[in-house]
């Protein structure tokens, strides 16, 4: 039986808290002129940085596309009945959110 502290390549070493991964790869030129780009307008403070920017955005859009096709589903999901409850609340909270002065300081 080997022990749960025995050393191997993938389980944390103790006191390994770092949140970073070493990545080496090779990207295209065009890409990597992107990024540097960013690093030399100090919207990155370093390539991986701005790996981790644009890392980022992509994974937003992609946590959007999924809740619009979630959300589209629910919707073409529901009964006639369940349907006409959401317009109704659809249509109340328009009518609150009306009232509010977002605009207002």
Known sequence: ?????????????????TKRKKLSTTI???????LRGMVKAGKAGSVGEAVDKAVEVARKLDNRATLERRT???FKGLS??????EADLENALSAASQELGFDEP
């Open 80 to 85: 006639a009945g369940a349907a006409a409850e």
């Open 72 to 74: 589209a589903a629910y």
């Open 1 to 17: 039986m080997t022990s749960p502290c025995s050393e191997d390549a993938i389980s944390p070493k103790i006191g390994d808290v």
């Open 28 to 34: 295209g030129a065009a890409n990597y002129a992107y």
